[in-house]
Each structure stands twice: as structure tokens, then as C-alpha cells.
């Protein structure tokens, strides 16, 4: 079955490695660039660069509430990106090793993908509610 598929499967793994790789880099970036972040959301209505942020100005009640929101953000896009690159990482192995003569591990592929669907919807609605 995975032979018969396998440029469809090919093609949809390196999608999600690709995906799963832009990801992890975007949430990397932003979770280190939270405070500065933060401080754009906050200060919206003055025009012109904001001032340089060395770490020792104080922090409003606002801006702080905006950092620990974009840090918790990116931290959990940060898992799911992991998640999506790992998908299509079992995917390209699945290819690589034929995996259609080991119907142990196509179960075991199955319920990881599950658990992995899941884990996203799961995530999702966390961070939407």
C-alpha cells in the first residue's frame, strides 16, 4: 500500500518537513524577540522607531501581560511545528524502509498519527479559547 502511494506520500512528508522546519524557525524568532514584540503591540499609537530596549527600562502591567502571551504563543507553535516536522519525517522513512512489509509498525505509524492529530486540535483549541 505504502509503495503504491509513495509519490503521493513523498511529496505530502517533504510538505510538512518544509512546513514543520518554517515553523519551528518563525516560533524560535519570535519567542527571542518577545519583549520587542510586546512593546510594538503596546505602543501602537506612537509613530517612529520605538527606543532602544537594553533590558534595564521598567515594564508596564501591559506590556508584560503582551510578552508572557507571545512567549506561551510561541512556544506552543513551537510544539506543534516539531509535531508537523515529525510527521513527515515518519512519513520519508516510511517510503525509505518500505514499511508495507511490517504491519507492526504501520498500526504503530497509525496510532502516532492519531495521537499526533489530536495533540494539534487539542492545542488549537487551547490557544483559541
Known amino acids: 500500500m505504502v509503495k503504491h502511494y509513495s509519490r503521493r506520500l513523498k511529496c505530502t ?14 516560533a524560535l524568532f519570535h519567542g527571542f524577540t518577545a519583549r520587542r514584540g510586546a512593546y510594538a503591540m503596546t505602543h501602537r499609537h506612537h509613530h517612529g522607531p520605538p527606543p532602544p530596549v537594553n533590558g534595564t527600562e521598567p515594564v508596564s502591567e501591559k506590556e508584560f501581560a503582551a510578552y508572557d502571551l507571545l512567549k506561551a504563543m510561541s512556544f506552543v507553535s513551537f510544539i506543534i511545528s516539531v509535531t508537523i516536522l515529525h510527521i513527515g519525517k515518519q512519513g520519508l522513512w516510511a517510503i525509505k524502509s518500505n514499511i508495507s512489509k511490517h504491519p507492526i509498525w504501520v498500526n504503530s505509524l497509525k496510532r502516532r498519527f492519531i495521537f499526533k492529530c489530536i495533540l494539534i486540535i487539542v492545542l488549537s483549541i487551547v490557544m483559541c479559547s
Open 13 to 26: 512528508s517533504w510538505t510538512f518537513v518544509v512546513m514543520g522546519l518554517l515553523g519551528v524557525v518563525g
